[in-house]
């Protein structure tokens, strides 16, 4: 069965840095777009970033740009978020998920979700 | 704020309906398809509805979606008490070049 499993949360001063690893298992992971998706405390669901299989496209929101970058290894089946300068504000439970595409632009949804890992940003 | 608007809000008691609305724009629900999510409190997010309203599989047939133009709307029939949850819209956006989530609906089963 498909499984994603997040980790490398933690806290982290402002201005510091976390890894967050996905790692993806029950399917062919070189297969298939992979995102971030973040949820602040008590708030709802923000898109972070996308990357396309083979990597060919990545899209990140405004926010993050400059500051996060998304990549995969597909030799080891894992997703990875790298996050520089972190602020208070990218405080959130950081999700990743699959995305089944429909072939045409802007037709796509994120079928399965892992557990979360939570990034505390404070001082 | 929420690119895609939703009410924070909605109710009914068991048996009942209840409909859940997702309003937006031409850059987004207008030109693509829209996905909805269930999220119980602590749990991560699952797919509910996507590509407007297609049902995967093991998704109750209670639940049903729809579109029209630039909003969108989540049905949900013959309410159960696990069908207590936040619910979020979603759908691609041309003009900022990102995914846009609803700002997320609480449906409390009275």
């Known amino acids: 069965q498909v499984q994603l499993v997040e980790s490398g949360g933690g806290v982290v001063q402002p201005g510091g840095s976390l890894r967050l690893s996905c790692a993806a298992s029950?399917?062919?992971?070189?297969?298939?777009?992979m995102h971030w998706v973040r949820q602040a405390p008590g708030k709802g669901l923000e898109w972070v970033a996308f990357?396309?299989?083979?990597?060919?496209?990545?899209y990140y929101i405004d926010s993050v740009k400059g500051r996060f970058t998304i990549s995969r290894d597909d030799s080891k089946n894992t997703l990875y978020l790298q996050m520089n300068s972190l602020r208070a504000e990218d405080t959130a439970v950081y999700y990743c998920?699959?995305?089944?595409?429909?072939?045409?632009?802007?037709?796509?949804?994120?079928?399965?979700w892992g557990q979360g890992t939570l990034v505390t940003v404070s001082s | 704020q929420s690119v895609l608007t939703q009410p924070p809000s909605a109710s009914g008691t068991p048996g009942q309906g209840v409909t859940i609305s997702c309003s937006g724009s031409?850059?987004?629900?207008?030109?693509?398809?829209v996905n909805w999510y269930q999220q119980v409190p602590g749990t991560a997010p699952k797919l509910l509805i996507y590509?407007?309203?297609q049902r995967p599989s093991g998704v109750p047939d209670r639940f049903s979606g729809s579109k029209s133009g630039t909003s969108a709307s989540l049905a949900i029939s013959g309410l159960q008490s696990e069908d207590e949850a936040d619910y979020y819209c979603?759908?691609?956006?041309?003009?900022?070049?990102?995914?846009?989530f609803g700002g997320g609906t609480k449906l409390t089963v009275l």
């Open positions: 998920a699959r995305e089944q595409w429909l072939g045409r632009k802007g037709e796509g949804y994120f079928d399965y």
């Open positions: 029950g399917f062919t992971f070189t297969n298939y777009g």
């Open positions: 990357i396309r299989y083979g990597g060919s496209d990545i």
């Open positions: 031409s850059s987004n629900i207008g030109s693509n398809s």
């Open positions: 590509n407007n309203n």
């Open positions: 979603a759908a691609w956006d041309d003009s900022f070049i990102s995914w846009v």
